[in-house]
């Protein structure tokens, strides 16, 4: 089992949430954040007082998936979030060892 | 009593109204000073400015997020549904001639209420600004009791509450209090009947409005029960911010509720918005200190809550008390109702959500009490004729009369509510289901969310 | 018609207006009656807190998070901006003597308006009472049309098209209705040229203000097109409590809007406020019912949309019928503009990001409609001197003055509308870029965000 | 001065008031104008909304999240205190006669301010009308400052400084401008001592109110030092959203504030009205013009703060200009105020938190000076009896009458509120601890948090 | 040392925390999600326009624990945030290297 | 490459964040947390009633570094982020097998 962790821009949710649909993905959490990066921000200014704002708004999206799916899920992510200007953001693949649903107490692959 | 305005009246009456001009309308000529109609109009505007935004944005900073916009619908809705009962029966059931108890219905559909001055009433403002401006209040009231009930109760079950609660509880309450031939009315002694028989002293709605709010709130949250994991689950306010904005509205309004009530735009109404700012004031830092005593804090939540406390307080007795006096009854009504909300309430548990009866039951019964303590001759005459009125000045007569509106607006709110809920309990269910009230009532109620702050969302 | 008001002759009454005092000022002893300018002056304020906050609340509570300050400055500015146009020519154009479709350039500058009534226009209060009160009116019309192009128009733009939109829409519109001479106005009959050629019945602006905003916001939104991603993107509202917050304070204010319009505290004033009253209540009603049937519940949006559906059919009807017959207005009124905002706009798929046209436009039609059907000479004797006025009291003529004023506002505000929306593309452009678009306005517009709620900014 | 009012003088005054009726109560026979006094009665009610929730939520829309409860309750805590304060010794040191810097102390409690008339300040309405009229701009006053040491303060300092404040600055201002026998009042002139000595005009508090507010608060906040990590620190405004909504409550509330200042609703009430409104419309598109010319941005901020500056302008010399030389001076004080605020502060570089400094002391000094320059005789005839009042009227002297009233209102203004900082601060100590500023002064200050947003608290 | 990410309703987190300390357990870090699965959503309508949300307020916990403790906690959680309901959630484990303890610099399972 | 997962007061993100571009770090996903542990809460009241918080304002920080990083970024974040008292927060690190980087499908160390 592998975790999937991808930072992408807000706006890219549904694409990217209807394409893990169509490639098969049921289960995403999906926590708000804030990135920084190569992405430059945007400047806010008040009674003349300017603030820089380079903490941008991110979705992480967060996957565990079979071994099997790692790829497709992957890819999918990537071509759908994809706009090939700066700020599209990242993915990373880390391992899981156990997984549980919590409802029937599943264990295992077959509890993603 | 209804029963007796049979179908076919109602139809002609509502035909009529409909085609033919409010009677005598082109009488336009009466002595009618528009000084007067314009501080009655304005006040009309800024009681309805009580209940919405005011109101609404009181109540619904105080619940959790997830049924912000149900609790400031049960606000809303009353600026709708109450409208229209009062155009059709409300109206004549509260302020025609009728019996001691409780209007006629030969004004249903607001016939024969004209642009000319009802002398009874109000001898310079045309009788329909003074119908408008009684509407306003009977707008607020059952709004004030959604605070009870808040969270949990379904909202068709408000809706045919609240219509039941304005016909069998408000009406006979106005009307006994200032209607023609009203039992409590001074201004009705020698009408006959009972006319004024128990004369006392209510000058904007202490029994009428918050009393009979009040009580029949407390009522309703018994019977109701409390709320899902109340008091273990967290129930702050989502929002103090929201309620402070709208407990300044009401302060504001409630310019137009007592001042108002004066129905002229002279000295009687300065004197009581004078009582009605002194009194908040004093209310204010009333509950305060309380609150100091106990935690060495003052509170945001405090503040406005004993605000509105002194408010209510006031109410009966903005016509009748000297500035001085109005400082009194604020401090008092302050530390009383923080006692009532704050010991009262844990002490018994019941689950009154927004302390709708900590604050306006408990408030408009000291007020209405402490008006016969401190009325004053020198302000309003009454019906003494300019004799002795209060406690203070010597006449304590006037507590009893004082003593009889409360009673009478405990029961009649007790007894009339009880009814109504078993009814409505009966027939549609009052309450929303569990999960229901898990997932909030905005969802599940209206099919809407009061926020979408989230990123998510775009 | 502009031309011919050559700089140099504005220039003299520039100089003229900032050192000499307003004609006649010093006359203040004329028949005043204090009573009737405390109404309006209250009402004046009462207009500006339609836009301010009224309207800028409703709107922006409609937006997305990250357009909330750019809809709400569209209102603001309009405090403005048209304030200072009014100064300068606005309230020439519209209110001086001069053709039957427009005034005069030489009240620029508000030279000769003074503190002494016109009794054209109101006889008891000073004429620049009743000058900033119409300014309110010229304050909140565009602001209406502002609900059609809301999260994708330029604010340059948008201050370049309102005002032209004040000039070239409003001041003809407002001259033709109520202005000396103007062409729908009854007030201008035997006037010479065109005046009063056709006398059709506009209480409070029903043309003026709802059919010129709402028809001239669907041509904006038609021409603009629809916002990015419309209609799949997720366009809820980011906070219908703010919505509610300013439809209640519309309708509040809406009293000095209706009521006002009777230029003075008497019983006109009393019926134009409960028409107004009573209307939002029904129309409420008529907009929650048929929600109902179709979904079976009630939203907060709908009761909200609802009213002030009700408030804009009511306008130009509230001086002239009784209160029943508003209930009627506002229950069809509600029902009408449901129907047009659900299915019209979803069957041709326009984008009226906030439904200006759905409910200003077909409100004020119907309303303007149905004063013609209602219009009762017993609220108000009008230009037929006590005889009758309205269909069902035997007037059918009046139909077709109705359908007439109708017809001009339409064609007005939509060739008007197009033509400057075409002048201000081509000069600067509309509409803002996709990037612009996609990351807010607010940003973008005025480099600033609405909120900073989040943990990670303090 | 306090000391001359013995504790058994005031114990005397206080039972007195109680029981007794104010003073004449009974002769409410007088020649009193309904019409008047409604309008009075509207606006103390306008006023009162300036600071609540006007004032209250364009303050606590400037600071951070976890500080907008406590910067709410400095000004609603304003509505209780100074109500009190006022009622038992403000109003007598203010308006009862004196001396020509303070009044005396015989009406403390309100003895003998009636409901009849006091001619010397309002001829047609109630004494005590006009007492709680002027209580609203007592109550705004301090919450003015508060603006200027927002985010730091200890909640018993901050009531503490502005009880003293209210006694040794407020009342003295008022008194010497307003009051029977002030040195600056005109209407003094001749009433011995060196009553009317200065005659400068001050029409709604240019110099009382905002003056003195404006620079108190620079003092408060060069004394206090700087918000902590300020300027490094982040303190955007946590909701821009709140501002605007206050300001707009502030810009229709200031109608009451300087067209109540007519203390009648005749023609002068017209006057100041529009020139109220036409100052702000000014002043925002001045504020927005050095914006564009900076960034090429109008901000939603700007705009409102450029409106409040040209309020703030407006207020010396709403009932002595022409509405263009009122256009005149918003345009000016816009843009001086912007200046102010990112100009000049950042260069000395204080820490006025929410520019209560930039705008009301800045904008009062300038309104004041302008005042002197358009006054125009057609308006207002003063005490020239109808000649030329103003600098281009051909008046220079009263130039030097302003220039005097500026002056004295900075000194008494420095003087006081240095004097009170450094009393309170040794013993009870002015500002939090850091941790207490780290944690937010909601949670410390109050025990509450302003909002329960998350999910986590459900 | 292992960390445990569990995926519950928000409406058991009161029931989940006191079960957790029960066990031992002091440190939790909580972050709000927005859960896309099996458990279907709710419709919105505003003017006539239906909006189907299906990403539903979840809230994640993230509780690093020694070895030994695994099971204890993975339990406690499963069996207090049940419902039996589709939505329960899920609980994931994986591996972590190192802990620190920021205030005083420890490392390793005392950091915890 | 590995994944460092920082919890900190929020009051030191600045702090933290330009220390962590000193030594070269550009990426940095932040989310806003709700921390329990040793640190106690505070208490408000509500018109007499009592609520006892326990869940404090934290931030979260997941940086991904190349192996050889790792130690710079912990002791940077560590000294940072330090005010010696209760409450400071923790860091944890694990192993991450791939990165992605969504605008151009790059992989490995050159995606971070
Ligand atoms: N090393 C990293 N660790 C954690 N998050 C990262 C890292 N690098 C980038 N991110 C996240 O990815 C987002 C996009 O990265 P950025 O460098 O701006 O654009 P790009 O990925 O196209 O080069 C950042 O805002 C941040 O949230
Ligand atoms: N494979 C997964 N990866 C990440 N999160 C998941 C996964 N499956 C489920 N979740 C999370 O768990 C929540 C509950 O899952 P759901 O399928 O709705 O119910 P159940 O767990 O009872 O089957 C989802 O809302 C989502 O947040
Ligand atoms: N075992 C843990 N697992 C997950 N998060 C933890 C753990 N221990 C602590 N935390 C997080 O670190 C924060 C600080 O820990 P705390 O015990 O309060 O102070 P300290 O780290 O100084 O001992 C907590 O609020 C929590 O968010």
Known sequence: MQKIEAIIQPSKLDAVKEALIEVGIQGITILEARGHGRQKGHTETYRGREYSVDLLPKLKLEIIVTDDMVDAVVNTIATTARSGKIGDGKIFVSRIDTAIRIRNDERGDNAI | MLTCCSARRLLAAASFALLAPAAHAQAASAPISNGDNAWMLTSSALVLLMTGPGLALFYCGLVRRKNVLNTMMQCFAMMAVVTVLWAFFGWSLAFSPGYSFIGGLHQCFLRGVGLTPDPFYAATIPAQTFMVYQLMFAIITPA?????????????????????????????????????????????????HLGGYLPSLDFAGGTVVHISSGVSALVTCLYLGKRLGYPQVDTRPHSVVLSLIGACMLWVGWFGFNAGSALSAGTLATSAFINTHFAAAAATIGWCLMEWRKK????????????????????????????????????????????????????????????????????????????????????????????????????????????????????????????????VDKCIGLRVTVTEEEEGLDLTQHGEEGYEWEIVTR
Chains 1, 5, 6 share one sequence.
């Open chain 2, 296 to 423: 060495g804090k003052f509170s945001a939540l405090g503040a406005i809550s004993g605000a509105i406390a002194g408010l209510v307080a006031i109410t009966p007795a903005s016509g009748f008390v000297t500035p001085m006096a109005a400082l009194a009854i604020g401090l008092i009504a302050g530390a009383f109702c923080y006692f009532m909300v704050i010991s009262v309430k844990t002490r018994f548990g019941y689950d009154d959500s927004l302390d709708a009866f900590g604050v306006h039951g408990a408030g408009g019964t000291i007020g209405a009490l402490l008006t016969g303590v401190f009325a004053n001759s020198a302000i309003h005459a009454t019906y003494r004729g300019g004799a002795a009125t209060g406690l203070l000045q010597g006449y304590p007569r006037q507590m009893l009369y004082q003593a009889a509106g409360v009673l009478i607006a405990w029961t009649v709110s007790i007894v009339g509510t009880l009814v109504i809920l078993i009814l």
């Open chain 2, 144 to 192: 004030l009791i959604s605070g009870a009930f808040a969270e949990r109760m379904k909202f068709s079950a408000m809706l045919a509450f609240t219509t039941l609660w304005i016909i069998f509880v408000y009406s006979p309450m106005a009307h006994m209090v200032w209607g023609k031939g009203g039992l409590l009315n001074f201004a009705a002694i020698g009408s006959g």
